[in-house]
């Protein structure tokens, strides 16, 4: 039987920040948060890269059913996949040694499973939230419907620039702020700016990978929930980092 809420009527949902290889953190904050007992988990991407144990997050989310959309680090290891075909168009991947250590030792369910993350997920009002909710790692350009994105601004998007364009740097506005709704967004990516809360829009990357928290959103009440990261497993610098 699954845990629902009595007023809402919905599976009890986590959404979880940028993990980026913090297992212990993980573990620490699905255990606040109260278990996977019946619990549907879902990550907002960047699982892998610069912290201690990407591959370790990868199979503990895997192991638990988790799910979880491609953050712009799973995708550029993802590229690394042993036998897989480019895209068209695509260009190959620039080198990054933690991605490409990580690579030589994930199995053949591990890429399989990243391979098949979306880049967002859709749950309709009242699925998991009040409101409709959409999950995604970057962002969505406002004005722009869901299907008409693009895939680069769903991985990397972080501002609206003075002059009205999409921009993956931190300048103009957090493009969430312009984010009218409905749906409500919930992404990650932008830990500079950490802990968004807009009213249509809320962010997730509080920067524990580079030593601040780790947050969750529990649904359907969108209750925010934080534990902190144990230490600095990275330094945070300039504004392309995510």
Known sequence: MVRMN????????IVIG????????????????????ETRLILVGDLVAKGPDSLGVVQWAREAHAAAVLGNHDD???????GRKPAAGEKPPKSRPDHERLAATLSADDWAW??????????????????PLVVVHGGLVPGVPLKDQER?????????????????????VPWASRWTG??????????????????????LDTGCVYGRQLT??????????SVPARREYAPITGAGHG
Request: hydrophobic share 35%; net charge positive.
């Open 152 to 172: 680069r601004h769903l991985l990397t998007l972080r501002s609206i620039s003075d002059e009205g364009k999409p921009s993956n740097k931190i300048e103009g």
């Open 18 to 37: 940028d993990v980026h290889g913090c297992l212990d953190e993980l573990v620490r904050l699905v255990r606040t948060c109260g278990g996977v007992t």
């Open 76 to 82: 550029h290891l993802v590229k690394l996949c042993p």
């Open 182 to 203: 409905p749906p409500h967004v919930v992404f990650g990516h932008d830990a500079i700016r950490g802990l968004q809360q807009h009213p249509h829009a809320t962010g």
């Open 6 to 13: 009595p007023k809402h009527g919905t599976m009890r949902t």
């Open 114 to 131: 990243l391979e098949a993350l979306p880049l967002t997920l859709s749950f309709k009002a009242g699925e998991i939230a009040p409101p």
């Open 216 to 225: 969750a959103m529990i649904l359907p009440e969108m209750r925010l929930v």
